[in-house]
């Protein structure tokens, strides 16, 4: 028979980890996210725009930065393990939203 403690703290354990790892993940998917809102809800006015392009291309490439860091930070294999793969989806979701953007902002 397992004893019981044994169970409970590694459950603990886990569990604290679960929230040192989300924290900052979390916080990236929501400078992410606030960057792809920013670059899709203001964009430029029109062809004439300049600073428009820049601020809207801007904010797609800190989305797409941002993405790539919560990225490689859910792919070492201690997180991934932790944390688990669905944790991949908010930052490949939001650096595609990005990357289309750019492409159509032309």
Do not use: C
């Not at 996210?33 to 203001?42: D, G, I, K």
């Not at 944790?87 to 650096?95: A, D, Q």
């Amino acid at each position: 028979m397992t004893d019981r403690s044994e169970n409970t703290g590694t459950s603990k354990k886990r569990r604290w980890v679960r929230w040192v790892l989300g924290v900052p993940l979390g916080l990236l998917h929501l400078l992410s996210a606030a960057a792809v809102y920013s670059a899709l809800r203001y964009g430029p006015l029109n062809q004439w725009d300049d600073q428009g392009h820049a601020g809207t291309t801007a904010m797609a490439l800190f989305a797409i930065i941002f993405s790539v860091i919560a990225i490689l930070i859910t792919l070492i294999p201690p997180v991934r393990r932790t944390m688990g793969l669905w944790w991949l989806v908010p930052p490949v979701v939001l650096g595609v939203i990005a990357w289309v953007r750019i492409a159509t902002l032309g």
